[in-house]
């Protein structure tokens, strides 16, 4: 039974940061690329960033480059979010996911490449 749960989540104002954290169970962690995703009210679930297995290949969605880093420790199965510079637009609920083949990030970007999903936690930035 795989098990991803995140933290971390919570309200920061304009500017400020925030460290999501996943931690994950279940399966071999080292082996399978891992994805945060969010949510925002009305709108479609969006891609973040993903990391692969090894952590040597990173990707990022243009609208948080530059702010946001992705990292693993996969001695802990964990992965992480640090959120930096946060906006009002960054206000989502965010999900952490692992992806449905190992040793593959083709298409990281795609929600539908992740098998397993986090039951998600809310971050808000106030203006």
């Known amino acids: 039974q795989v098990q991803l749960v995140e933290s971390g989540g919570g309200t920061v104002q304009t500017g400020g940061s925030l460290r999501l954290s996943c931690a994950a169970s279940?399966?071999?962690?080292?082996?399978?690329?891992m994805g945060w995703f969010r949510q925002a009210p009305g709108k479609e679930r969006e891609f973040v960033a993903a990391?692969?297995?090894?952590?040597?290949?990173?990707y990022y969605a243009n609208s948080v480059k530059g702010r946001f880093t992705i990292s693993r420790d996969n001695a802990k199965n964990t992965v992480y979010l640090q959120m930096n510079n946060l906006k009002p637009e960054d206000t989502a609920v965010y999900y952490c996911?692992?992806?449905?083949?190992?040793?593959?990030?083709?298409?990281?970007?795609?929600?539908?490449?992740?098998?397993?999903w986090g039951q998600g936690t809310q971050v808000t930035v106030s203006s």
């Open positions: 996911a692992q992806a449905r083949r190992i040793y593959s990030s083709v298409s990281y970007y795609d929600p539908n490449e992740y098998e397993y």
């Open positions: 279940g399966r071999t962690f080292s082996t399978y690329t």
């Open positions: 990391i692969s297995w090894s952590g040597g290949r990173t």
